[in-house]
């Protein structure tokens, strides 16, 4: 079974930085996407970035461009999400999500499309 583990989440004030870290594990696809999404209390789960396999195509909600970074190094089967001018809005618990495929088309902002979850790690932001 393939296992997707989170870390780095914590608590940090508002426009702090922290870098979460997503390792794959187990029988993986050959070539895989990858998506970062959170979800706050009482809130539905919405979409935060998603990255192709080559890692040239990254997309991000409107309301983390230019504050949230995602990356990957394939050889270490390890995708980051790197989070600068953190608000207290990004409060939520954050999950990493994985799909087969090399390319991101549409409904990549959707859960739905992706199959594979990780635990979550938990992301605070005081004011």
């Known amino acids: 079974q393939v296992q997707l583990v989170e870390s780095g989440g914590g608590l940090v004030q508002a426009g702090g930085s922290l870098r979460l870290s997503c390792v794959i594990s187990?029988?993986?696809?050959?070539?895989?996407?990858m998506g970062w999404f959170r979800q706050a209390p009482g809130k539905e789960r919405e979409f935060v970035a998603a990255?192709?396999?080559?890692?040239?195509?990254?997309y991000y909600t409107n309301s983390v461009k230019g504050r949230f970074t995602i990356s990957r190094d394939n050889a270490k089967n390890t995708g980051y999400l790197q989070m600068n001018s953190l608000k207290p809005e990004d409060t939520a618990d954050y999950y990493c999500?994985?799909?087969?495929?090399?390319?991101?088309?549409?409904?990549?902002?959707?859960?739905?499309?992706?199959?594979?979850w990780g635990q979550g790690t938990q992301v605070s932001v005081s004011s």
């Open positions: 990255i192709s396999w080559n890692g040239v195509g990254k």
């Open positions: 999500a994985a799909r087969s495929g090399t390319a991101l088309s549409g409904s990549y902002y959707s859960p739905l499309p992706w199959n594979y």
């Open positions: 187990g029988r993986t696809f050959s070539t895989y996407v």
